[in-house]
DNA sequence: TTGTAGGCGTTATCAT
DNA sequence: ATGATAACGCCTACAA
């Protein structure tokens, strides 16, 4: 009655089904079980079928992490987001999720508010995971995090920008480059003094890219370049008191268009407009960024830039499985995916010269 | 030199380090560097250091997933949202992951799409992970997935709604509650015809939970229920051609007030009433639901509810917490958190009755 | 097509 | 405070 040798206590967590329950039920080895999961065309259809009604009957679910522990392939890519509440990030999540999951694959997600320190951290974290591949939101990292990045081995793609001669996968857009393209709409139709107005401190660093590429096409066309930064935290609100403030300017010192370096900047001067007294676009040109849903239907209807923030999501997730799907040879050139990001223009950004 | 046993290659794979590298390089035992990690307390001061330097200098990070199969307890905890897109669910699963990194669970998110059978391949996935806790964020599953979750064992919270007689816990609000409150708010102003628009079949269920309330609303005052549904995806253009449609309706028919199922179908109808020659609330009186931050720029300034989405995130997370860290005895009484989901009443609901 | 042996990197258990 | 040993549940390598 008195074991000698007391076994020890078996750790199975009581309640969870493993392979080898599956394999006895059907009088079959553990592997088969395995096989009948991942290559379910060497297992025999009688042991198929056996199998099939087993594992529907008990429930069995293969554990993913046993399975990620033994085969060194788990099945996670994870992302780093600058914010995930924002509708950009938003639709780039949904971009990936919609393609990962068609794939057997779990996206992890984190949120580093566009703090470099913060996906350093989460890089950290990830890495613990061994993830299949990891996909970033910006391009410019701690060295920390470079290093991290290095050494992993695995395909790291930057989705959202797009810029050169980075070690990794580019699946976005120049923002530069936009900030000129809507600094030079409104040079070309003969615009002098355009003003870009940035959100508050802390925020969005896309936001300065493309206030820089508007700085250089000012300069290039020889015109003053006039940054302005909100002094407050809400989009709207910022945007609000960028109208009132050109309100109370004369005329003749007002910017004849202003680019705002997001949409629900631009909305919240356009709803304020009334209030002041202003009449938009004949008292001043407003254009945005981002093509919210909203913009359309403003009065008047906002000119604005549209990323393809959905495809850039899918073509992120696109890249990553492609690059798993690919021969294993190490550092293929990395791969560059430029997606659009158009130029919608409507009636805001019409100008009348005075 | 030819080994007549030769040696099974060993599947290790290259460039990443383990504990046991660690702990050789410390001259210790593996198990001493688990400790180190776990229970810091636990290991000398001593070795401690030294194993602080070998672990940055190595850049080593345990695998959570090695971890997570050997102690049967994974640092993952699982999401299904319904419309990851949709500012509704990002602020949700901000909310989540705030308050999950901070207790260094990972967040595993799947995206259902307001489909019941998309929630349950995302439930049966999960289970593969062996997470810590489920949140979800609908109350109706299917059979299967009712099942699943019956047999899980781990905490499962439904968040966003809040209802009665689950075995789950509750983080949310009711909303066929909130729909009562904004068909009150119209009667009490004198209105008796007061209608109810929904945005196009196949999105929200939980819109139709408000409609539901709003019609027991209307009952109870002995009014007729008004239910519309928009005809159209784009909630703006719903709502821009509901006005149309109450522009074209004599005065004496038309609806006093419109409530909306979602703060985008009143804004599209509000920016789009100046073009009907509606002049708003004069003509109608509206409210909408879900506090878009545009809402209360819009002219008129837009009457509607504010969930508390990002808390209603946290709160689910907290609940996690809690009952991660409570007691292991099983089957406690679900937690019921109601949070606010406050009326905001504006500009746009003052009736002038005629 | 199926099975055997052993290892994936960590932690629980028991022992010192 | 530290260590030896055996799981955790699955999959790779090799064998039949």
């Known amino acids: 009655m008195n074991d000698s040798t007391p076994p020890r206590a078996t750790r199975r967590k009581a309640g969870t089904h493993t392979i080898h329950d599956v394999a006895a039920l059907a009088g079959v080895s553990s592997i088969t079980v395995s096989r009948y999961f991942n290559s379910p065309d060497k297992v025999s259809a009688a042991v198929r079928e056996r199998l099939r009604e087993i594992v529907e009957r008990i429930g069995y679910v293969p554990s993913q992490v046993a399975g990620g522990l033994a085969s060194g392939r788990g099945r996670v890519v994870c992302a780093v987001m600058q914010n995930i509440a924002s509708a950009t990030f938003a639709d780039l999540v949904k971009g990936m ?27 950290r974290t990830f890495v613990g995971w061994h993830p299949r591949a990891l996909i970033l939101t910006r391009d410019d990292h701690t060295p920390a995090a470079e290093a991290m990045l290095g050494a992993l081995d695995i395909p790291v793609v930057e989705a959202w920008g797009f810029v050169e001669d980075r070690p990794f996968h580019q699946v976005g857009f120049p923002h530069a480059e936009t900030g000129a393209q809507l600094a030079r709409h409104f040079l070309e139709q003969g615009a002098t003094r355009v003003r870009f107005v940035l959100p508050h401190v802390g925020e969005d660093f896309r936001a300065g890219q493309r206030a820089q590429g508007y700085a250089g096409a000012m300069q290039a066309a020889g015109c003053k370049v006039d940054l302005a930064t909100a002094d ?22 007002r910017p004849q268009a202003i680019i705002f370096a997001n949409d629900n900047m631009a909305a919240g001067a356009i709803l304020h407009a009334g209030d002041c007294g202003l009449s938009l676009p004949r008292d001043c040109a407003l254009a945005g960024f981002g093509d919210a849903p909203i913009s359309v239907r403003l009065k008047p209807a906002l000119t604005t830039l549209r990323p393809a923030r959905y495809q850039i999501g899918q073509m992120a997730a696109r890249t990553v499985l492609r690059m798993l799907s690919a021969q294993p040879e190490h550092e293929p050139t990395p791969r560059r995916e430029l997606l659009p990001c158009e130029l919608i223009v409507r009636e805001s950004s019409r100008l009348s010269l005075r």
């Open 97 to 123: 999720t919609d393609e990962l999951q068609a794939s057997g694959l779990q996206l992890l997600l984190a949120n580093a508010q566009y703090s470099q320190t913060l996906e350093e951290n989460a890089i």
């Open 232 to 253: 407050v935290e809400d989009d709207f609100e910022a945007g609000a008191r960028t109208i009132a403030a050109l309100a109370a300017t004369p005329a003749a010192r």
